[in-house]
């Protein structure tokens, strides 16, 4: 039995070795898969608990359907809300409190992708209590939140390469939108463009898999196709392309403006103690609440009522100011939930603003050939602008128009909304700007992209022996016979602390012939200083290992001790991504 149970070891061994290396293809993408359905699961459970709460909540049964509570309770439900907030996460070490999409995009680039548990529990917990409570909120980033832990999850309990886990995130990113919106293309480019911040094909098959399969789990699940329902009776938009850029102009405007007072109001309510900026969330929002019921909770049933022209000018606007204050409040001060959702609210009613305001003064060279376009390209362009995701912003519009028609002018919507903000206003995605805030300067070079894809494992030399520093010359002679690359000098501990080249020993043989003894650190050879790295590591934590220990070479272990795997120098290391 126990050498049963030391094959699969050894076999399993194998498999994380092979998973190091950037084109283990096949691999990775049926663990993409298994991250798909994983996500699936956690996100479905996650709707459908909020989803059946909603329903017994609410006197009309419907989803979301915050105004047909008493007034008093608009008041009521988002102090009340705060409050539980506040005593959850007071009593929460800092440490867990982080949450949403902001903390997957950390723990990618600081952490390898690995993320706690308790974290992800805070986020489907406290991000329940949110959106139940009425707070200006969306779903998709908690959904991505628990997608990317999923991932995370399946890349830790097979103790995967870094690399690996970190691809297995990126898949549960992307199966978490597909699952949540019904986008898995949008997921795929979400994930790429925001959470990996870049493309190869590596990483694509394993997410694509990764988001068809948590999508279609999900069909499967909850028995809903449509996001939203509405039809296009036309998309052709010919003549209507002077409105089209005006939309984008107008949303990249808005979209600045919704960046700039977001990203001051997190620096100034950053030194205030949490049960102070949850309490005070829940006021604010509950007098917003009072004001327009509208702006509680996600609000996917009045942009439906926008997308089928059923509300008017002064309360869109009216919904839209609000809305727009209630976002900016939840997000400053860092309510558990999810950012997307309220984004694509504001684009939307802007967009049936816009288009309203159209009407109402007759300009007869704007009218548009369907007015309900506009309140989706104004989704994608908010979603766009805001996050500088112009690909997966035009991809989310295509999958909840259905229908590649509209691809024209919303490529020209969300690119003139994302130019007005980056360029005009000089605005970077949220995220990383709200990162920033926190102190944490992200860098995503090509090189450290480059190093980051690649597990330490897959370069490393297997062509070593260990052996003591003094040798007697019998022993020295036995070792230089040996077909071996580099001889790692313990000490001792039996820890490797130098390494040279087995031709320098065999050199200093054949021109010493009178010594008796061989002491490997005084021989005249290029001696490698070595330091330890978890065969799991990525080549960008062995460049990271390197430079804080000032040392030429790596040798790869289990992040527990044990067997040596292999080594690594400087030289190989650099050359891998050049």
């Not at 309203?356 to 362009?381: R, W």
Request: net charge neutral; charged share 15%; hydrophobic share 50%.
């Amino acid at each position: 039995m126990r050498t049963y149970i030391s094959k699969l070891r050894g076999f399993l061994d194998q498999l994380r070795l092979r998973l190091a290396s950037p084109e283990a293809l096949m691999l990775l993408s049926l663990l993409g898969v298994v991250t798909g359905l994983l996500t699936s699961l956690i996100v479905v459970s996650f709707r459908y608990l909020l989803e059946l709460a909603q329903e017994n909540l609410f006197p009309s049964g419907r989803i979301d359907d915050f105004e047909t509570l008493p007034s008093l309770l608009h008041f009521a439900l988002p102090v009340a809300g705060g409050l539980l907030l506040a005593l959850l996460y007071q009593s929460t070490p800092h440490r867990y409190r982080q949450v949403g999409i902001l903390h997957v995009i950390e723990r990618m680039q600081y952490h390898q992708g690995v993320m706690p548990i308790i974290n992800m529990l805070m986020q489907f917990v406290g991000a329940g209590l949110a959106i139940l409570s009425g707070f200006s909120v969306g779903r998709e980033g908690p959904g991505i939140h628990m997608g990317a832990y999923s991932g995370s999850w399946l890349g830790q309990r097979l103790r995967l390469p870094h690399n690996s886990t970190r691809t297995l995130l990126a898949c549960g990113t992307a199966a978490a939108i597909g699952a949540s919106f019904n986008t898995p293309l949008a997921g795929i480019i979400f994930a790429m463009e925001v959470i990996v911040q870049q493309y190869t094909v590596q990483g694509f098959v394993p997410v694509i898999l990764a988001a068809v399969s948590g999508t279609y789990m999900s069909l499967a699940l909850m028995d809903k196709e449509l996001f939203f329902e509405f039809t296009l009776s036309s998309t052709s938009t010919a003549y209507d392309w002077p409105l089209v850029m005006l939309l984008g102009i107008s949303i990249g405007i808005l979209s600045a403006l919704f960046n700039y007072l977001s990203i001051r109001l997190t620096k100034g309510v950053a030194n205030y103690p949490v049960w102070l900026r949850f309490s005070l969330a829940g006021l604010l929002m509950g007098g917003l609440a009072w004001w327009v019921p509208q702006t509680m909770g996600i609000g996917y049933d009045t942009v439906d009522q926008v997308l089928n022209a059923k509300l008017g000018l002064e309360l869109m606007a009216m919904i839209l100011l609000a809305k727009l204050l209630a976002t900016l409040l939840c997000l400053g001060m860092g309510i558990p939930g999810g950012v997307i959702g309220p984004l694509m609210f504001i684009g939307g009613l802007a967009g049936g603003v816009l288009v309203t305001l159209v009407y109402s003064y007759d300009i007869s060279a704007l009218i548009p050939t369907e007015p309900k376009l506009y309140p989706l390209l104004g989704m994608g362009a908010m979603f766009a602008a805001s996050l500088q995701a112009p690909l997966a912003g035009l991809t989310a519009v295509m999958e909840l128009s259905g229908t590649t028609n509209i691809i024209l002018p919303a490529m020209l919507a969300i690119v003139s909304a994302s130019l007005t903000n980056k360029v005009i206003f000089n605005h970077d995605s949220l995220f990383l700007s709200l990162l920033r805030a926190r102190g944490l300067d992200h860098v995503s070079n090509p090189v450290m992209q480059r190093l980051r894809m690649i597990g330490a494992a897959s370069v490393m030399s297997r062509s070593f022996i260990l052996c003591q520093d003094a040798q007697p010359i019998a022993a020295a002679k036995q070792l230089a016979q040996r077909g071996v690359q580099w001889l790692l000098i313990t000490d001792s501990e039996r820890e490797p602390e130098q390494m040279v080249r087995l031709l320098d020993l065999q050199s200093f043989i054949e021109t010493h012939p009178e010594v008796t003894t061989v002491v490997l650190s005084e021989i005249p050879a290029t001696r490698l200083q070595l330091t330890p790295l978890s065969v799991r590591a990525s080549l960008q934590e062995g460049m990271d290992q390197l430079k804080s220990n000032a040392a030429e070479a790596l040798y790869l272990r289990h992040d527990a001790g044990g067997n040596i795997y292999g080594v690594i120098t400087r030289a190989a290391l650099e050359k891998a991504y050049l």
